[in-house]
């Protein structure tokens, strides 16, 4: 049985990236938000554009402690940041579905979200995502990582230094690892697991310029930054 260990130095790694993450959060919950009320279509999609708008602000301020991200080119960051946005919004979604709520709470959020605006097409595979990362219980350092190692892709559109952002990569993947199998015992495959719901997120992620257009309303707004990210 090999012994897995993690280093000192991953530890701090770890450390610095879960501490950013944890402080870089949505400052006002929308979750708590939606279960207070029932929103029209269009005050849904201002909300969604709201919190998107600061969750990207934030995942701007949480890229910049993420040791070596600052010293990569400067416009791969921006590209890195860019290819990111859109997973980094539907991971951290899932995440904030999954959180352990009272009882009867997630079911009423599900519903929320069902009748929001999003068309009947996109609901299920979201949804489908959603509940595969509930059923991983992630610890909030293995949720740090895998956001930092979804961030640092290396084959996002216009990065030019590729290596370097592999490099990266590595790095994080090899703690994320060890971190599965000290967290998991019982199950060897959950880092492969893991890793298998990136490739799900990212189908997801495709389909969100369709999810916008084909929200429930005339004339959708959206803010500058958004117009930027989104490709609107
Ligand atoms: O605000 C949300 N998510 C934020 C974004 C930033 C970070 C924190 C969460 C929304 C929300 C806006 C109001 C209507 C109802 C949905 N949300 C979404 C969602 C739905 C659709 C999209 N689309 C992206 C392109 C097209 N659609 N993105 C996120 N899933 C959610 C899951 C929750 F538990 C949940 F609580 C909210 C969620």
Redo the contacts with the bound molecule.
């Keep these: 049985k090999e012994k897995v260990e993690i280093t000192k130095e991953q530890q701090a790694l770890m450390k610095i990236i879960t501490d950013a993450y944890n402080r870089h959060q949505?400052p006002q919950d929308?979750?708590k938000k939606?279960l207070q009320d029932q929103?029209s279509a269009e005050e849904?999609?201002l909300?969604?554009t709201e919190?998107?708008t600061?969750?990207v602000q934030v995942l701007v301020e949480f890229t910049k402690n993420i040791p070596g991200f600052l010293s990569l080119d400067r416009e791969d960051q921006i590209a890195l940041l860019k290819g990111s946005a859109?997973e980094a919004?539907?991971l951290?979604?899932?995440q904030?579905?999954s959180r352990k709520m009272p009882s009867g709470h997630t079911e009423v959020?599900e519903e929320?979200?069902r009748k929001?605006?999003?068309s009947e097409e996109?609901i299920t595979p979201?949804f489908n995502f959603?509940k595969s990362i509930g059923e991983l219980h992630m610890v909030q350092e293995e949720q740090a990582l895998l956001t930092t190692v979804t961030i640092l892709t290396p084959d996002r559109p216009y990065v030019k230094d590729q290596q370097a952002v592999e490099r990266l990569q590595e790095t994080m993947l090899d703690v994320l690892r060890k971190l599965c199998v000290l967290q998991h015992p019982q199950e060897p495959q959950y880092f492969a697991r893991l890793l298998g719901r990136l490739t799900e997120l990212r189908t997801l992620s495709h389909?969100?310029t369709e999810?916008?257009a084909s929200?429930r309303m005339n004339d959708h707004k959206f803010t500058p930054l958004l117009c930027e990210i989104?490709d609107v």
């Design positions: 949505i929308v979750a939606l929103y849904n999609f909300l969604l919190m998107a600061s969750q859109v919004m539907f951290r979604s899932a904030v579905f959020l929320r979200i929001s605006g999003i996109f979201m959603y389909y969100h999810m916008l929200w989104w």
